[in-house]
Antibody, heavy 120, light 111 residues
Framework: QVQLVQSGAEVKKPGASVKVSCKAS????????MHWVRQAPGQRLEWMGW????????KYSQKFQGRVTITRDTSASTAYMELSSLRSEDTAVYYC?????????????WGQGTLVIVSS | NFMLTQPHSVSESPGKTLTISCTRS????????VQWYQQRPGSAPTTVIY?????PSGVPDRFSGSIDSSSNSASLTISGLKTEDEADYYC??????????FGGGTKLTVL
């Protein structure tokens, strides 16, 4: 079965960067796009961007453009999301999520989430 | 880019039918598929409706989706409400450049 296992919680200082990993199993990694979505405490879901895991093409939300970088390592079936210039408002749970089969119109599989705390 | 606007919260009694709206600010609601996600506290979201009105396997037929071009909105309808339906619900769509957008979320209380 499809599994997305994310790296553990992080505590970072303002101005630093964080890199969260998402290891996929149970399917051919390069066949599906991987998205990153975050959720601040008590707040809404925010889409950050996605990567075509096969070709490596990326698309980012305008809100995070310039601060977020999504990459992948096909040999390790792992996607990464790096967010730089962290500020307190970036404290959130960060999820990776794989698109559905048959067209990829929705996020069918989600990681368990990674809590990132930004605090001085 | 566009926004998807949802009511902040809704409530209804068990057994009743309830509808949550999702209004697109610009561009046609029909031009890109709308999805609906359910999120219970402490858990990742799960899909209840995709491509406007399709249900993933395992989602009960009490959940249905639709769009209305006249109001440029999508709707999630839950019939025969159960206490287990209590959750946050998010609509989601994308634009022509494949940038995805989530609505602000609606907290459903079943009381």
């Amino acid at each position: 079965q499809v599994q997305l296992v994310q790296s553990g919680a992080e505590v970072k200082k303002p101005g630093a960067s964080v890199k969260v990993s998402c290891k996929a199993s149970g399917y051919t990694f390069t066949r599906y796009a991987m998205h990153w979505v975050r959720q601040a405490p008590g707040q809404r879901l925010e889409w950050m961007g996605w990567i075509n895991a096969g070709k490596g093409h990326t698309k980012y939300s305008q809100k995070f453009q310039g601060r977020v970088t999504i990459t992948r390592d096909t040999s390790a079936s792992t996607a990464y999301m790096e967010l730089s210039s962290l500020r307190s408002e970036d404290t959130a749970v960060y999820y990776c999520a794989r698109e559905s089969a048959g067209g990829g119109s929705y996020l069918a599989h989600w990681g368990q989430g990674t809590l990132v705390i930004v605090s001085s | 880019n566009f926004m998807l606007t949802q009511p902040h919260s809704v409530s209804e009694s068990p057994g009743k039918t309830l509808t949550i709206s999702c209004t697109r600010s610009s561009g046609s609601i029909a031009s890109n598929y709308v999805q609906w996600y359910q999120q219970r506290p402490g858990s990742a979201p799960t899909t209840v409706i995709y491509e406007h009105n399709q249900r993933p396997s395992g989602v009960p037929d009490r959940f249905s989706g639709s769009i209305d071009s006249s109001s440029n909105s999508a709707s999630l309808t839950i019939s025969g409400l159960k206490t287990e339906d209590e959750a946050d619900y998010y609509c989601q769509s994308y634009d022509s450049s494949n940038a995805w957008v989530f609505g602000g979320g609606t907290k459903l209380t079943v009381l």
